[in-house]
């Protein structure tokens, strides 16, 4: 028992051996979930942010080159009064989103001579006054009054004047060798060009490079002018929160472009991949645990049925030792013939016939249970007396019971009973296991009743003793194979725990069942209820027989 008890307590600490490096690794888990969880939200907005700059180079890209290559003039041409090869050049070389370019000539007027590109006329043509004309003036004002004072200036980037949103302008300065500015270039954007053709271009060719795969409504792109009205917008962004927002590069810098997702937000993106990642350690921990579980009750089964088998055996060796013990002491004071009157004699051969029925009885039942087992037990049915099979097996009992002072009170029905049939070798042996059973646990008492009747379709085959019973949480238990009661007077008394095992499997081979009434101390009731007409017979019957896959019929032992 204490071995036992070792093999258990190593089975739990190998569990917990196993539980807690798991409950640790998912507490870990857990951790850099939430880690990876808040990750992924900046990584997420960073890469939305990142979508908007790259649309926002891209703008930029496609209005600086264009205007380096357009403005960027050779300021001979300014200075020696060659303005026609500035047309020719513009003419040559056409620039997208451009509603108008200009030449603003400082080395010739004191007040500068202002000059407009006429794409009809492919010339350059002194400009009406007009708001526009207005627009030019003020832009190249800083650098006229440089050249007007004789001031030199560092080789400059282009610049962009928006002051006047109607008229946004990009601006190139000529310089000559002595740096000072001797005119300047520039280029008027048309604001639709850029709405309409521009920005949807740019925006759609970056959608797939950072969300590819996405559906075409995953995003929404607007663009906002100062006064928050729409001048352009790629999805629908109805209904859904703001994600990311930044202004346009370089020109058209008043505006605003703003990214929003169709629920997939940075956040819920994160939260729902946290949840998933979660749930799946989760499940994958529950069913590790659960395979843990499994493979520690196998083991416990196992090695609860190990230790079932080896009482089987210790108890079964008992059992043995005793009637054979008897059967040799009796046999050597016959050979050495020191019983000499005859009475003496028929009684040792009375004694030495039970206590060989007695040991034929226990090798049955174990060959009995190994062809239950193995699926071979067969059963002969023919037609029969219940009475005289039980009468017969009364009869054998008595010689084993009168030497222990037993006395069997035995109730017949009050008319014949029809002939059944039965396999009467087997119901012999299921009767003989009950009585072997009341007699065991009888305690002090000496009395044993059999009652057999009738009732309805059935005959019914009560064994009663009153003795030291069976506590209610032991009675389910009884019909299992090996299982002996492990509590008071009962774990005293010897035996295979294979009889009632054997009694369950012959009942149910027979289409019956058996029950068990019993309280502590006051004794215990089984009745086997035998149907006087069987749905079928078969010839051989084994587990299938029982009722129960797992042996022999229900449960597997017994309490004998």
Not at 103 to 122: H, I, Q, S, W
């Amino acid at each position: 028992m204490f071995e036992f008890f070792l093999k258990r307590r190593a089975l739990w600490l190998g569990l917990l051996a196993v539980l807690v490096p798991l409950l640790i690794l998912l507490a870990l888990q857990f951790i850099w979930l939430g880690h990876l969880r808040r990750v992924t939200a900046i990584a997420h907005e960073a890469a939305l942010h990142t979508f908007l700059e790259s649309v926002g180079t891209d703008i930029q890209y496609f209005y600086r080159s264009g205007a380096e290559r357009a403005l960027n003039i050779p300021a001979a041409l300014i200075v020696q009064g060659r303005l026609d090869k500035v047309a020719h050049q513009w003419k040559a070389k056409p620039v997208g989103g451009a509603r108008l370019l200009f030449l603003a000539d400082f080395t010739r007027e004191r007040f500068g001579n202002f000059l407009v590109y006429d794409p009809a006329t492919k010339t350059l043509e002194t400009p009406a006054a007009s708001e526009e004309s207005m627009a030019i003036i003020l832009a190249t004002t800083p650098w006229h009054l440089m050249r007007f004072r004789g001031l030199a200036m560092q080789p400059s980037s282009l610049m962009v004047d928006e002051r006047n949103t109607e008229h946004r302008i990009i601006l190139n300065p000529i310089l000559d060798e002595s740096s000072e500015v001797v005119g300047v270039t520039g280029m008027i954007l048309d604001e639709d060009f850029f709405r309409k053709e521009l920005l949807p271009a740019v925006v759609k060719k970056a959608l797939p490079k950072f969300f590819p795969g996405a559906s075409p409504d995953y995003v929404a792109v607007t663009v906002r002018n100062p006064k928050g009205a729409v001048v352009f917008a790629l999805g629908d962004p109805g209904g859904k929160s703001e994600a990311v927002s930044k202004k346009i590069p370089f020109v058209f810098a008043d505006w605003a472009m703003t990214l929003n997702s169709t629920g997939n937000m940075p956040e819920r993106l994160a939260a729902s991949g946290f949840a998933f990642n979660l749930t799946l350690a989760a499940l994958l921990g529950l069913a590790l645990v659960g395979g843990i579980a499994f493979t520690l009750r196998a083991a416990n089964r196992a090695m609860r049925l190990s230790e079932m088998k080896s009482d089987f055996v210790s108890n079964v060796s008992h059992e043995l030792r005793t009637p054979l013990a008897s059967i040799r002491v009796f046999g050597e004071l016959l050979r050495l013939g020191r019983v000499r009157s005859p009475e003496k004699v028929q009684e040792y051969g009375e004694f030495i016939e039970a206590e060989s029925r007695r040991l034929s009885g226990l090798i049955n039942n174990i060959l009995d249970f190994a062809r239950i087992e193995s699926g071979r037990k067969s059963y002969t049915f023919a037609p029969a007396d219940v009475g005289e099979v039980v009468a017969a097996t009364l009869k054998s009992f008595e010689i084993r019971l009168a030497p222990a002072g037993f006395r069997i009170a035995f109730q017949g029905p009050p008319g014949p009973l029809p002939t059944m049939e039965i396999d009467s070798d087997a119901v012999g042996q299921a009767l003989h296991n009950l009585l072997d059973n009341a007699v065991k646990y009888s305690g002090d008492s000496r009395e044993i009743a059999v009652r057999l009747e009738r009732e309805d379709d059935s005959v019914t085959i009560a064994i009663r003793d009153r003795g030291i019973g069976i506590v209610p949480e032991e009675q389910r238990k009884i019909f299992e194979r090996f299982h002996r009661v492990s509590t008071g007077l009962v774990h005293d008394v010897k035996g295979s725990g294979l009889g009632l095992s054997i009694v369950q499997h012959i009942v149910q081979a027979h289409r019956g069942r058996i029950t068990v009434e019993s309280e502590p101390g006051e004794g215990s009731t089984f009745t086997v209820h035998l149907p006087l007409h069987r749905l079928s017979a078969p010839a051989a019957t084994g587990r299938a027989a029982a009722g129960h896959p797992g042996g022999a019929g229900g449960p597997e032992g017994g309490q004998a």
